[in-house]
Nanobody, 124 residues
Framework: QVQLVESGGGLVQAGGSLKLSCTAS????????MAWFRQAPGKEREFVAR????????YYADSLKGRFTISRDNAKNTVYLQMDSLKPEDTAVYYC?????????????????WGQGTQVTVSS
């Protein structure tokens, strides 16, 4: 069982930056690939980025490459999402998720554990 808690969301102006954190409970954090998803009102949950168990491999949604960076610190049981050059269309609830499998997937239903989400609002 893994419990995930996100933090770092908030209100930011367009062009600004935010760094989200997701801290996991338990001693098996390094056994999971981690990902960030987001969900805007009235829209489906959308894949943002994924990072491998060791942190050596990262994968991004094409539309977000170059603006978002995923990283992890296994010693701190934490995964991060650095978001730069934010746009109003980035406004959403951001969720972290854990996947025990190695195969890269962007499908939410393949992820076993989810955090409660953190709101990110980008004003124009």
């Amino acid at each position: 069982q893994v419990q995930l808690v996100e933090s770092g969301g908030g209100l930011v102006q367009a062009g600004g930056s935010l760094k989200l954190s997701c801290t996991a409970s338990g001693r098996t954090f390094s056994s999971y690939a981690m990902a960030w998803f987001r969900q805007a009102p009235g829209k489906e949950r959308e894949f943002v980025a994924r990072i491998s168990r060791t942190g050596t491999g990262t994968y991004y949604a094409d539309s977000l490459k170059g603006r978002f960076t995923i990283s992890r610190d296994n010693a701190k049981n934490t995964v991060y999402l650095q978001m730069d050059s934010l746009k109003p269309e980035d406004t959403a609830v951001y969720y972290c998720a854990a996947d025990p499998n190695r195969l890269i997937t962007t499908m939410p239903n393949k992820y076993n554990y989810w955090g409660q989400g953190t709101q990110v609002t980008v004003s124009s």
